[in-house]
């Protein structure tokens, strides 16, 4: 599956931005989906992830509460709705996608638990 994030951009510390990532070759539906994010001189971080089948979703500690993670299936296009921003949520935002087998939730967090990956998008918090 081939992914391209896009929405990134500068918001103010309390502000909302909302993230895309379309998906060609294989649909969301299909596939366990994750948003990750790396600032410099950090490893690459888990934000939250999205059943194909159920569309259950599971968040990061960090971001419970504040993000959301929602699809669109018509469209074959995910959304993280980032709100109440921080400027440690600062970093460049990765979407990225099973093959098609199920990652248990134990191991949505891992980086190879998902086999492709989408250029990333820069989100930047700042006043």
């Known amino acids: 599956v081939q992914l391209q994030a896009s929405g990134g951009g500068w918001v103010q510390p309390g502000g909302s931005l909302r993230l895309s990532c379309a998906a060609s070759?294989?649909?969301?539906?299909?596939?366990?989906a994750g948003w990750f994010r790396q600032s410099p001189g950090k490893e690459r971080e888990w934000v939250g992830s999205?059943?194909?089948?159920?569309?259950?979703?599971y968040y990061a500690n960090s971001v419970k509460g504040r993000f959301t993670i929602s699809r669109d299936n018509a469209k074959n296009v995910m959304h993280p709705q980032m709100n109440s921003l921080k400027p440690e949520d600062t970093a460049v935002y990765f979407c990225?996608?099973?093959?098609?087998?199920?990652?248990?939730?134990?191991?949505?967090?891992?980086?190879?638990?998902?086999?492709?990956w989408g250029r990333g998008t820069l989100v930047t918090v700042s006043s």
């Open positions: 990225a996608a099973s093959d098609g087998s199920r990652i248990i939730v134990s191991e949505m967090w891992r980086v190879r638990s998902y086999d492709s």
């Open positions: 070759g294989r649909t969301f539906r299909g596939n366990t």
């Open positions: 999205m059943r194909g089948g159920t569309s259950s979703t």
